[in-house]
Every structure is written in C-alpha cells, then in structure tokens.
C-alpha cells in the first residue's frame, strides 16, 4: 500500500469526515461500496487519517456480522462504518449513525434506497445526511442517470405521474417491453 495513490472520492470523504469531526458533532458515519476491494482501500487510507473504522462484508460469519455491528454501536471512538451493499443493505438497524456515504453507484437504486435508510430507522434522533460520490462524466454518472430515469419510471407507475413518463425516450420504453 506504500506507493498506492488515493483517489478523488476517497479524499472528498476523508475532507467530509475531518468537516464532521471539526465541528465537534459526534456523528458517526457509515460508508457503502459494492466493492470490498474499495473499502479496504477507504479502511487503510482513513486509518491513515486517525479514523477508527469498522468493517461488515460477505465474507463474514454471523458471529463475525453481529460481533462488527456491536462494535460500531457501542464503542464511541468509532467513526466509521465501511459496509459492502450487498451484505448490509437491508435488515440492519444502525441509529447510531446519522451520515450515510454511497462510494459508487450500484444499477438498481432501491438497493441504495435500502442502504440509506439503515441509519433512518425508529429510534434516530437525528436528522440523517445522506452523500453519493459520483465522479462527473463518468460511467458512474451515467449509471446514476439510469437509476434516475428506473426511478421515475417507478413514480410514474405507481403515482401515474405523467412528467415521469415523458421524460422515458422510446428507447427506454422498447427497452422495457422487448428487453433489447
């Protein structure tokens, strides 16, 4: 990791988590990828930094999940949770934290809806923040206006919102009728 160079989002989040920590609040954040690569280079480069990290990914046993969730709840010097979407979007209760930070994007976005809402449960007493790094002009911004456009078409479905429904070209809506 010596002569690893950090990334442009990884810095965005340590400048955020340094801000939070600055103005004393004692807000505790947990930070999402689908990639268990990225977040162990997120857990050394915050280590780096003085943040004390968690970590909760696929490859842990139960024990293991139950063990990194009690820690981040009770012990008050960790700052961070670094959870892989996919083995923390959902059935987690996390009102210890009130910051959520989505590294990257994933193609359906009721998995991030999910994922944000571990620290919006019942029981926070805090208003919840929740920031997308998304690198402009990229694969991921684009990905993230796929996302925008599944979720209108979701509102336009389910509230019938016709400004919804207009913006899906018809190429989206052949795509959602032959798959191609």
């Known amino acids: 990791m010596e002569n690893w160079t950090s990334s442009t989002k990884i810095e965005m989040l340590v400048y955020d988590l340094y801000k939070l920590r600055s103005k004393k609040q004692t807000l505790k954040s947990i930070v999402f990828s689908q990639f268990t690569s990225m977040l162990q280079l997120i857990e050394w480069r915050l280590r780096r930094a003085g ?4 970590m909760l990914d696929g490859s842990m046993t139960p024990q293991q999940r139950q ?26 209760n996390l009102t210890e934290a009130s910051r959520v930070f989505i590294v990257d994007p994933w193609w359906n976005p ?3 809806w999910q994922s944000a809402d571990r620290c919006h449960r019942i029981g926070q007493r805090r208003p919840c923040v929740i920031t997308r790094l998304c690198i402009e002009d990229s694969v991921e911004s684009r990905i993230v206006m796929l996302q925008e456009k599944k979720a209108n078409m979701i509102n336009g479905t389910i509230n019938n919102d016709r400004v ?13 009728f032959r798959g191609n």
């Open 164 to 176: 919804a429904m207009e913006k899906l070209t018809p190429e989206d809506m052949q795509f959602l």
């Open 67 to 92: 063990k990194s969730i009690e820690h981040f709840m009770t012990d008050p010097d960790v700052e961070v949770f670094l959870v892989s979407l996919k083995a923390g979007g959902v059935a987690l």
């Open 110 to 112: 009721a998995a991030e």
């Open 51 to 54: 943040f004390s990290t968690v």
